[in-house]
């Protein structure tokens, strides 16, 4: 598929979604918040994640305090959120290297390029392109479009990206045919799209606003 028609399919899939659901506002929250935010929701509901964000902040005055308290408290604090051992180890590790030498803060991100920041957050063990995208397009409004697993399954069935696909061969495809505006919108269209339509076991393409630009790619009649 040709650039040109990739980017044209994409401008109608963004506006049909839209429609449907209605438009994305865009969030601003702290950097350093949303890196951790994002760590939290890593193979977990949004639930438990929210659960484990909650507990953290009652349990904790400031960022400073995580670091003082050291691990096995932070992973009593966000078991919650599963896999604790690992996520307090990658907080704990994102807190060591946003601190240098002062208070935690990704507040340097804003006086970097979006290939600067994005090499600067992935540099910390745990965190992958995914978790650095949220970062970028929530915290900074870059137009760097996170790939989850419900963007990584939807536009593998559009076709928009290759079926074998790597979620990391997913960022940089979308992040090449994806207009930047339309980066941020897109990606919280195709969540909400992925969890109310396009489902992992269920997708209810009949009644898809999608159907008639969508090639299906992976599903079978019966699949619908
Ligand atoms: S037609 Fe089916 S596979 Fe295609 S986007 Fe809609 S629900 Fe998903």
């Known amino acids: 598929m040709k650039m040109g028609t990739s980017r044209q399919r994409v401008r109608q899939i963004e506006s ?3 429609e449907r659901y209605g438009a994305a506002e ?3 929250v702290d950097p350093l918040d949303e890196l951790i935010h994002t760590v939290l929701s890593q193979n977990t509901s949004d639930t438990n994640r929210d659960r484990a964000w909650s507990s ?3 349990e904790y005055g400031s960022w400073e305090e995580v670091l ?3 691990a096995e408290r932070l992973e009593r604090t966000i078991r919650v959120a599963g896999l604790a051992q690992g996520k307090a180890g990658t907080i704990l590790r994102a807190l060591r290297r946003s601190s240098d030498g ?3 803060s990704l507040e340097r991100l804003r006086n970097m390029s979006d290939e600067e920041a994005l090499d600067y957050l992935t540099a910390i063990k745990g965190v992958g392109t995914k978790t650095a995208a949220c970062v970028l397009c929530f915290s900074l409004g870059r137009p760097v479009m996170p790939v989850d697993t419900h963007v ?6 559009l076709g928009l990206v290759p079926d074998r696909a790597t979620p990391e061969r997913a960022h940089e495809v979308l992040n090449e045919i994806v207009p930047p505006e339309l980066r941020f919108s897109l990606h919280i269209l195709l969540i909400r799209h992925g969890r109310e339509t396009c489902r992992a076991r269920t997708p209810a393409c009949p009644g898809c606003v ?3 630009l969508c090639p299906r790619v992976g599903l079978t009649d019966t699949d619908a």
Not at 152 to 157: A, N, P
């Open 16 to 18: 049909r979604l839209g």
């Open 26 to 28: 865009k969030p601003r």
């Open 56 to 58: 953290l902040r009652e």
């Open 68 to 70: 003082e308290h050291g």
């Open 102 to 104: 002062g208070s935690p």
């Open 152 to 157: 990584h399954r939807v536009t593998r069935r």
């Open 210 to 212: 999608l159907l008639d």
